[in-house]
């Protein structure tokens, strides 16, 4: 079955500059990965999602991209905020109605 | 304008004694979802259905058992209750997701086991 691997598990940045975190998955016929945010105590919210028609989503501040070949895609935040601090969850799925999450990265925005 | 709404939202129940989460939407979804999660973990899938069709994740216990009366709820019933099974239980819904389609997930309910 299909695995995501998400790294950091932590990433600490100062409030302006720039995230990134990372997924790698194993299935190659997985075909939609969404991101979602999850502040504490709060529901995952879909912050922004990408299928494999497409290498590269924008959204504001936020942006992902997808290696279908090297079965990894990202999430971008630029010009980060004190409110952009959560947990993101990378995942991904075959179409066939589950999502299989990453293990999450907890960001934490420095002022 | 809640989508999926989750009842109780907060619920402590004894070691051993049978327990009922609900959850409840207004999407009109064919297919929902009941994850686990402990203290910032990935969700966890137990099971879910599409229409009526429930699929159960194979390491899902047999102590977690589920009902879905019609589209618009579905339960989530732990038998006996273990202080393991503390933890925030998400119900979430998604549309025939034949290509992929976000998953809306309910506010939560935090279950305490005592």
């Known amino acids: 079955g299909e695995n995501v691997e998400q790294h950091p598990s932590t990433l600490s940045v100062q409030e302006g500059d720039s995230a990134v975190i990372k997924c790698t998955y194993s299935?190659?016929?997985?075909?939609?990965f969404p991101w979602y945010k999850q502040e504490l105590g709060k529901r995952p919210q879909l912050i922004i999602d990408?299928?494999?028609?497409?290498g590269e989503k924008k959204d504001q501040r936020i942006a992902v991209t997808l290696n279908k070949t090297a079965k990894h895609f990202s999430l971008h935040i630029t010009e980060t905020q004190p409110e952009d601090s959560a947990v993101y969850f990378c995942?991904?799925?075959?179409?066939?109605?589950?999502?299989?999450f990453g293990q999450g990265t907890r960001l934490t925005i420095n002022p | 304008d809640a989508m999926v709404i989750q009842n109780p939202r907060y619920q402590v129940t004894q070691f051993g004694k049978p327990v009922t989460l609900s959850c409840s939407q207004t999407?009109?979804?064919?297919?929902m979802y009941w994850y686990q999660q402990k203290s910032s973990q990935a969700p966890k899938l137990l099971f879910h259905?599409?229409?009526?069709?429930?699929?159960n994740e194979a390491d899902t216990p047999d102590n977690f058992q589920s009902r879905r009366p019609n589209t618009s709820f579905c339960f989530l019933d732990i038998r006996s209750p273990g202080l393991g099974d503390a933890a925030m239980y998400l119900c979430?819904?998604?549309?025939?997701?034949?290509?992929?389609?976000?998953?809306?997930f309910g506010p939560g309910t935090r279950l305490t086991v005592t």
């Open positions: 979430a819904t998604s549309r025939d997701p034949g290509q992929g389609y976000e998953q809306y």
């Open positions: 299935d190659s016929a997985s075909n939609y």
């Open positions: 990408i299928r494999s028609n497409v």
């Open positions: 995942a991904a799925s075959t179409g066939a109605q589950k999502l299989v």
């Open positions: 999407l009109n979804h064919n297919v």
């Open positions: 259905y599409y229409d009526k069709d429930f699929n």
